[in-house]
C-alpha cells in the first residue's frame, strides 16, 4: 500500500503545476504589454530614496572630458591634458611578491617640454632653466611614481609631482630695489663686525682666568 501512494505524489504534483500553466502566461502577457506589473489597476514600483535620479535629478552618467583651450595670458590653472602626454606603465622595483611580477604599476609620464602649449611661455621657459638638466636628448621631461601596488595611485602622484613644478615655476621672485640691496648689506656687515668683537672679548675673558706662566712671571 506505501509504494502505489509515494508513486501517486509526484503525479499529483505535475497535475497541479499543470493547471498553474496557464494563469503564468496570461501574467507574462500582460506584463510584455503594459511594459509594468499591475494587481487591480495599481502599478507596483519601489524606488529608493537615495537613487541618482533622487539625489541628482538632472545628471547624466555619461563621462565626458572637459574641453581645454590654451591661453598664453592665463596662468597655470592646474588642469593636465592627458591626450597631450605619454603615459607607460612598467613592472616596479622593490618588495611585492609575485605581484610585482605580475601587475605594471610603474607609471612614466613624459612630454616635450618646449612643445607644451598647455603651460604658459613664461613658465615653460622658467622650467627649461630650472630642470633642463633633467629632460633627455630628445627634450622629453619624464616624471615617475611606483610608491603604490596600484595604477591609478601612481598616476595621482605623477600628476601631483607635475603640476608641483609647474606651480614651482610659476613663483615669480621679487628683485629688491639697489637701495634696500644697499641697507641690507651695511646691516649684515654691522651683525659681523659685531659678531667678531664679542668673540674677541670672549677670548680675552678665557686668556685672563688662564693661571700666568713662567713668561709672565
Same mark, same amino acid.
Given at each position: 500500500?506505501?509504494?502505489?501512494?509515494?508513486?501517486?505524489?509526484?503525479?499529483?504534483?505535475?497535475?497541479?503545476?499543470?493547471?498553474?500553466?496557464?494563469?503564468?502566461?496570461?501574467?507574462?502577457?500582460?506584463?510584455?504589454?503594459?511594459?509594468?506589473?499591475?494587481?487591480?489597476?495599481?502599478?507596483?514600483?519601489?524606488?529608493?530614496?537615495?537613487?541618482?535620479?533622487?539625489?541628482?535629478?538632472? &545628471?547624466?552618467?555619461?563621462?565626458?572630458?572637459?574641453? $581645454?583651450?590654451?591661453?598664453?595670458?592665463?596662468?597655470?590653472?592646474? $588642469?593636465?591634458?592627458?591626450?597631450?602626454?605619454?603615459? &607607460?606603465?612598467?613592472?616596479?622595483?622593490?618588495?611585492?611578491?609575485?605581484?610585482?611580477?605580475?601587475?605594471?604599476? !610603474?607609471?612614466?609620464?613624459?612630454? !616635450?617640454?618646449?612643445?607644451?602649449?598647455?603651460?604658459?611661455?613664461?613658465?615653460?621657459?622658467?622650467?627649461?632653466?630650472?630642470?633642463?638638466?633633467?629632460?633627455?636628448?630628445?627634450?622629453?621631461?619624464?616624471?615617475?611614481?611606483?610608491?603604490?601596488?596600484?595604477?591609478?595611485?601612481?598616476?595621482?602622484?605623477?600628476?601631483?609631482?607635475?603640476?608641483?613644478?609647474?606651480?614651482?615655476?610659476?613663483?615669480?621672485?621679487?628683485?629688491?630695489?639697489?637701495?634696500?640691496?644697499?641697507?641690507?648689506?651695511?646691516?649684515?656687515?654691522?651683525?659681523?663686525?659685531?659678531?667678531?668683537?664679542?668673540?674677541?672679548?670672549?677670548?680675552?675673558?678665557?686668556?685672563?682666568?688662564?693661571?700666568?706662566?713662567?713668561?709672565?712671571?
Amino acid at each position: 500500500m506505501c509504494l502505489p501512494e509515494l508513486k501517486s505524489k509526484p503525479e499529483q504534483r505535475l497535475k497541479m503545476a499543470s493547471r498553474f500553466i496557464p494563469l503564468r502566461l496570461s501574467l507574462l502577457r500582460l506584463v510584455s504589454q503594459n511594459g509594468s506589473l499591475s494587481t487591480l489597476q495599481r502599478t507596483i514600483s519601489y524606488k529608493s530614496a537615495i537613487s541618482l535620479n533622487t539625489i541628482y535629478p538632472n &545628471s547624466s552618467l555619461k563621462l565626458t572630458t572637459p574641453a $581645454f583651450t590654451p591661453n598664453s595670458d592665463e596662468k597655470f590653472s592646474g $588642469f593636465i591634458p592627458l591626450n597631450k602626454v605619454d603615459i &607607460s606603465y612598467s613592472a616596479s622595483s622593490g618588495p611585492g611578491g609575485q605581484n610585482v611580477n605580475k601587475v605594471h604599476t !610603474k607609471v612614466d609620464l613624459r612630454f !616635450k617640454l618646449d612643445e607644451a602649449d598647455w603651460i604658459p611661455t613664461d613658465i615653460r621657459e622658467k622650467m627649461l632653466q630650472t630642470h633642463g638638466k633633467k629632460l633627455t636628448k630628445e627634450g622629453y621631461l619624464i616624471v615617475r611614481s611606483d610608491i603604490t601596488r596600484s595604477q591609478q595611485l601612481n598616476l595621482a602622484d605623477c600628476l601631483r609631482k607635475l603640476r608641483s613644478m609647474i606651480r614651482n615655476s610659476a613663483i615669480t621672485e621679487n628683485k629688491a630695489d639697489p637701495e634696500t640691496e644697499e641697507r641690507i648689506r651695511q646691516r649684515h656687515l654691522k651683525a659681523s663686525r659685531l659678531r667678531v668683537s664679542i668673540k674677541r672679548e670672549e677670548a680675552y675673558k678665557r686668556a685672563m682666568r688662564r693661571p700666568p706662566t713662567v713668561v709672565d712671571l
